[in-house]
């Protein structure tokens, strides 16, 4: 097992993203640790958070958006985008193994990883 190396920065950011209650972006995470009085360099952050993914401490999610979002929860789950708000939610349902299989064997790869991003509107968009 390869070791992890957690900077001062990369401590701090990986904080940050651990106790999000929603999916950062990069941007979210610097203003966050400019409120917590660190200032780290755009770069450093982008790395880190690069670093971090890599390691396997938190996910990159790329949900169709043009930047990638943040999450500490690193189980196997999919996500949920509010098409009006943008708002992310984590859905907790397993994808059918029927429906893997049956991707396999008409695309013919052997699926090692299936990430699904579903789209709706959340409940407090559909209130307005």
Known sequence: ?????????????????????DHPTAADVIERLRSKGF???YG???NSLRYLAD???IRELKLGEAV?????????????VCSKCGRVDEVMA???????????SSTNYTIAHAQVVLEGVCGQCAIK
Request: glycine share 2%; charged share 25%.
């Open 39 to 41: 200032n780290f360099a």
């Open 1 to 21: 097992m390869t070791k992890i190396n957690l900077t001062i920065q990369r401590k701090a950011i990986y904080e940050v993203v651990q106790h999000a209650e």
């Open 44 to 46: 450093t952050v982008y």
């Open 94 to 104: 397993e994808l059918p193994e029927s429906w893997i299989k049956s991707v396999e």
């Open 55 to 57: 390691a396997g401490l």
């Open 68 to 80: 990638s979002r943040y999450d500490a929860r690193t189980e196997e789950h999919q996500h949920i």
